[in-house]
Nanobody, 124 residues
């Protein structure tokens, strides 16, 4: 079974960019849904984006469409989340999650493999 580890979080000013990485080990990422989720203090965890490693389809939450981009590096077995035009409301702990399957979603209960999370803080 695959394990995932996130990295790349940090402090960035509003309008800035960050790239998060989700490195997978233990298995290749074929036929997986890989999702990015985030949880801000006092709020429920929300889905940000997903990619299907089967066919490359992607989806995004409305709040990040046009600003975030998810991508995959097959050679490195890594999924990236490029975050541009960051806003203070993007501040959260960001999690990478995985599940075997061909139909992906932004619902966190669909995912059974989780990383430890990486903090993203957008502040001036």
């Amino acid at each position: 079974q695959v394990q995932v580890v996130e990295s790349g979080g940090g402090l960035v000013q509003p309008g800035g960019s960050l790239r998060l990485s989700c490195a997978a080990s233990g298995d290749t990422l074929d036929y997986y849904c890989i999702g990015w989720f985030r949880q801000a203090p006092g709020k429920e965890r929300e889905g940000v984006s997903w990619v299907s490693t089967n066919d490359g389809r992607t989806d995004y939450a409305d709040s990040v469409k046009g600003r975030f981009a998810i991508s995959r590096d097959n050679a490195k077995n890594t999924i990236y989340l490029q975050m541009n035009s960051l806003k203070p409301e993007d501040t959260a702990v960001y999690y990478c999650a995985a599940t075997l399957g061909l139909v992906c979603s932004l619902d966190d209960y669909e995912y059974n493999i989780w990383g430890q999370g990486t903090q993203v803080t957008v502040s001036s």
